[in-house]
């Protein structure tokens, strides 16, 4: 992770916090370009290196099935049923498709139905206030937007590790890069959007992952929305 920061402090305060430098160390701007196969960082950089006992990565969809798996035996699974809205019945949730069929009732309900979350409150009439404090319920769909570049793009340099700072950038395992994101609250919009990508491309020129003089006209708007 690159940032603006200070060697000799931050390995000190590494040290008072009994850190061990092989799990993170913080390391000055040329050796951070030198280990991410970089020409150089922006000048006044630095940044944390974890090491390989600190790092690493995961797939969520895997993850996700393997917990799945895991606490099958706990509960019962029925893909394939959209949820139009939820009742209270008694002292039970009701779920209910579209032509009111009740799919399965309990007496205790999780909510996790992401950005849709809030349609979802609407058609079950339970999108005004907390029962509890009468509070609003504090929901925002928030959207963000990812770049893709192929392997061989104008001005690429993908890095060596992955990068992120005023931004993010991960090597692909085709030699393409992923980079972003943006955020912005309160948007729905599942569409790529071109000013979305240069703001991607901005972040991706500071981190130093792609040449400053490539314009982005020159580059394909690839990536992905989500929430």
Known sequence: RVGAGDLHGDRA????????????DWID??????RCGLPALAAGTGGW?????????????????ALWREASAAFDFHPG??????????????????????????????????????GLLAA????GAL???????PLSAVRGQTTVLPPGAPGLRAPACPLSGAGYALRLTDGGLLTGATSQHHDED???????????????????????????????LAGKVGW
């Open 81 to 118: 049923q959209v949820v139009q809205r939820v009742e209270r019945v008694g002292a039970r949730w009701r779920l209910l498709d579209a032509q009111g069929r009740v799919l399965d009732e309990a007496p205790v309900l999780v909510l996790a139905a992401g950005h849709r979350l809030g």
């Open 13 to 24: 305060r590494l040290a008072r916090a009994g850190l061990d430098r092989d799990w993170v």
């Open 190 to 220: 599942a569409t790529l959007r071109p000013e979305d990508q240069s703001r991607n491309l901005a972040q991706a020129r500071r981190l130093g992952v792609l040449d400053e003089g490539v314009a982005d006209e020159a580059l394909p």
């Open 29 to 34: 701007g040329d050796e951070a370009a030198r």
């Open 131 to 137: 029962p509890q404090d009468g509070a609003a319920w």
């Open 124 to 127: 079950s009439g339970l999108d």
């Open 49 to 65: 290196w974890f090491g390989a006992g600190a790092a690493g990565w995961l797939c969520p969809p895997e993850v996700a099935q």
